[in-house]
């Protein structure tokens, strides 16, 4: 007979690549999951792991005790999902991955919300990006994330995992106030009225700095200076204050109140990115994660934007 809880390592070894890691997102030793690993070897009577340099790969027999434990320990999530649902009381724990303007604008009153409705609910909130909490959802690390999606720039839904939509977030020109363009500009402003200026974004390759790029070409017609990289969108708003750049960033990032910046729409044509939750299909009737994810709902229904 194989044992679940083993299967379950096997598996998190396929996705997370190596012992320490499986072992390290488990909350055990590595000897420990080896142990099991060995374990489970034997239940199977055939070789499951060879070794690869210092680490290990699965073998052919091994990949397909996994497609069988994705199986099972998907239905065991959703009769665990169908028994919570049928006791109704919104307990437990809810652990919810997001970046951080979603945390402060979502996340917070949502957990604000379920002190006071749900306290028997345990919520853990977690900073992570979507590249990282998309994957962890789809292994259970997280019951949601809060992720963002930039125009032109599609995130991949990893299988098992539900989009639910949340908030469509203008992208603002952030400029320092008493700027030349903001005081001929008091409606929006045109992107090419800002060509020779010092621009702050984030990180090559992530999706800020690709959408700064993206926007300035497409509709100021100009590749911007680029002169400060942060992905703090905090950092880059002091930068601003200063007098030392400027930016684009979502209305969500600046709700209007951040002393010493002006804030308009992008008069050439409006650009946005999306908000959305993920939750795991097999959690769908778990009352945790509903009550979760409705609370994050109604605080996005409530957010204002400049």
């Given at each position: 007979?194989l044992?679940?809880?083993?299967?379950?390592?096997?598996?998190?070894?396929?996705?997370r690549?190596?012992?320490?890691?499986v072992?390290?997102?488990?909350?055990?030793?590595?000897s420990?999951?080896?142990?099991?690993?060995a374990?489970?070897?034997?239940?199977?009577?055939?070789?499951?792991?060879v070794?690869?340099?210092?680490g290990?790969?699965l073998t052919?027999p091994?990949?397909?005790?996994?497609?069988?434990a994705?199986?099972?320990?998907?239905?065991?999530?959703?009769?665990?999902?169908?028994?919570?649902?049928a006791?109704?009381?919104?307990?437990?724990?809810?652990?919810?991955?997001?970046?951080?303007?979603a945390?402060l604008?979502?996340?917070?009153?949502?957990?604000?919300?379920?002190?006071?409705?749900?306290?028997r609910?345990?919520?853990?909130?977690?900073?992570a990006?979507?590249?990282?909490?998309?994957?962890?959802v789809?292994?259970?690390d997280?019951?949601?994330?809060l992720?963002?999606?930039?125009?032109?720039?599609?995130r991949r839904?990893?299988g098992?995992?539900?989009?639910?939509?949340?908030?469509?977030?203008?992208v603002?020109?952030?400029?320092p106030?008493?700027?030349?363009?903001?005081l001929?500009?008091?409606?929006?402003?045109?992107l090419?009225?800002?060509?020779?200026?010092?621009?702050t974004?984030?990180h090559?390759e992530?999706?800020?700095?690709?959408?700064?790029?993206?926007?300035c070409l497409?509709?100021?017609g100009?590749?911007?200076?680029?002169?400060?990289?942060?992905?703090?969108?905090?950092?880059?708003l002091?930068?601003?204050?200063?007098?030392?750049?400027v930016?684009?960033?979502?209305g969500?990032?600046?709700?209007?109140?951040?002393?010493?910046?002006?804030?308009?729409?992008?008069?050439e044509a409006p650009?946005?990115?999306?908000?959305?939750?993920?939750?795991?299909?097999?959690?769908?009737?778990r009352?945790?994660?509903?009550a979760?994810?409705?609370?994050?709902?109604?605080?996005?229904?409530?957010?204002q934007?400049?």
């Amino acid at each position: 007979m194989l044992d679940l809880r083993r299967l379950r390592l096997l598996r998190e070894l396929h996705e997370r690549g190596t012992i320490a890691a499986v072992a390290d997102a488990l909350q055990f030793t590595p000897s420990a999951v080896s142990q099991q690993l060995a374990i489970l070897e034997r239940e199977a009577g055939v070789p499951l792991l060879v070794r690869a340099g210092r680490g290990v790969r699965l073998t052919d027999p091994a990949l397909t005790l996994v497609e069988h434990a994705d199986a099972l320990l998907e239905r065991v999530a959703l009769a665990e999902a169908d028994l919570a649902a049928a006791g109704g009381t919104v307990s437990g724990r809810a652990r919810i991955a997001t970046f951080q303007s979603a945390a402060l604008r979502l996340v917070m009153p949502a957990m604000e919300s379920l002190a006071r409705d749900a306290p028997r609910l345990r919520c853990e909130l977690v900073e992570a990006e979507p590249e990282r909490s998309l994957p962890a959802v789809a292994l259970g690390d997280y019951d949601v994330a809060l992720c963002d999606e930039w125009q032109h720039q599609p995130r991949r839904m990893p299988g098992g995992v539900e989009r639910h939509e949340l908030v469509r977030d203008p992208v603002l020109v952030v400029l320092p106030a008493r700027h030349p363009v903001a005081l001929a500009h008091p409606e929006a402003v045109p992107l090419a009225a800002l060509a020779g200026e010092t621009w702050t974004t984030g990180h090559e390759e992530m999706g800020w700095d690709e959408m700064t790029r993206r926007t300035c070409l497409e509709h100021g017609g100009f590749d911007p200076d680029i002169r400060h990289r942060t992905n703090d969108a905090i950092v880059s708003l002091e930068l601003v204050a200063r007098g030392l750049t400027v930016t684009l960033l979502p209305g969500l990032v600046v709700p209007g109140s951040h002393p010493g910046v002006e804030v308009r729409p992008i008069a050439e044509a409006p650009v946005r990115r999306t908000i959305f939750a993920a939750t795991r299909a097999a959690d769908g009737a778990r009352p945790s994660t509903r009550a979760l994810l409705d609370a994050v709902r109604d605080a996005a229904a409530a957010v204002q934007f400049v």
